[in-house]
């Protein structure tokens, strides 16, 4: 299991919003559980991931306030090598998500919501070595999402015609990694514990999209820190 939080920069843009880029400070919050037994090639992994950022435009006259909440679920396969120094694991996740995008400046439509799920290949690289007479390791991770379904307003439609009026106009946008290209990543190292680890490291997040008309991005660059604990479950046959 691990628990990792991160601090960094964000760099926002939504031109259903803004035309203009707002930087600022991310916070993220992840629990990343993996389910493997004994012997198995494969495991299970849960993840949920919260966001929240803060950024001003250049000329400092207003605020953009961003959060978002995600829940994975999928499955590995692992291969060893290097007598088990070297794991390397490839996944298929379907992701969830939901949030907003709220600003300041704006009296009509000053928010954006954003949900949608998202179909995501990910791969992750360990590679475990010794430190302080204890095995460390340095992980990488990275996940693209390739096609999935999101909810956008159209070019100028307001949230009054969607949910008051019930104008739908093409609301609900079928979304690939040409129209969406997004990655997340992790580089990290473990710092040994008796019974588990410090993990720090880099955590980054790059969302894009451009539908209906509308582009956005969302960019996270954020130094993580975690703790990492291994569980062994021992079942009793009676």
């Known amino acids: 299991n ?9 760099d926002m843009l939504d031109t259903y919003l803004s035309p203009e880029k707002y930087s600022g400070t991310s916070v993220a919050f992840g629990s990343f559980t993996e389910r493997r037994r ?11 991931q919260a966001d929240a950022a803060f950024g001003r435009n250049r000329a400092d006259n207003a605020t953009d306030m961003s959060a978002m909440m995600r829940f994975s679920y999928g499955a590995h396969r692992h291969w060893t090598w290097l007598a088990d120094r070297l794991t390397v694991k490839a996944e298929a996740l379907i992701d969830a998500y939901a949030g907003f995008l709220y600003n300041t400046r704006n009296g009509n439509n000053p928010a954006q919501a954003r949900c949608g799920i998202d179909l995501t290949p990910s791969a992750e690289a360990q590679y475990a070595f010794e430190a302080w007479h204890r095995r460390s390791r340095v992980t990488l991770a990275l ?5 999935g379904v999101r909810f956008s ?6 949230y009054y015609e969607i949910f008051t009026q019930g104008n ?9 990694f040409v129209s969406a290209p997004s990655l997340r990543t992790r580089l990290t190292v473990d710092v040994p514990l008796r019974h588990a680890a410090i993990r720090v490291g880099y955590w980054g997040e790059w969302r894009q999209a451009s539908v209906n008309g509308l582009k956005s991005h969302h960019y996270i660059h954020s130094v993580g820190i975690g703790y990492v604990r291994r569980f062994s479950i021992n079942r009793l046959h009676l």
């Open 143 to 147: 996940a693209v999402p390739i096609a």
């Open 168 to 176: 739908y106009d093409h609301n609900v946008v079928p979304t690939t």
């Open 38 to 48: 004994p012997c198995s090639r494969w495991s299970r992994q849960i993840e949920y």
């Open 2 to 10: 691990l628990m990792m939080v991160g601090v960094g920069s964000a």
């Open 153 to 158: 307003p159209n070019y100028g439609q307001s």
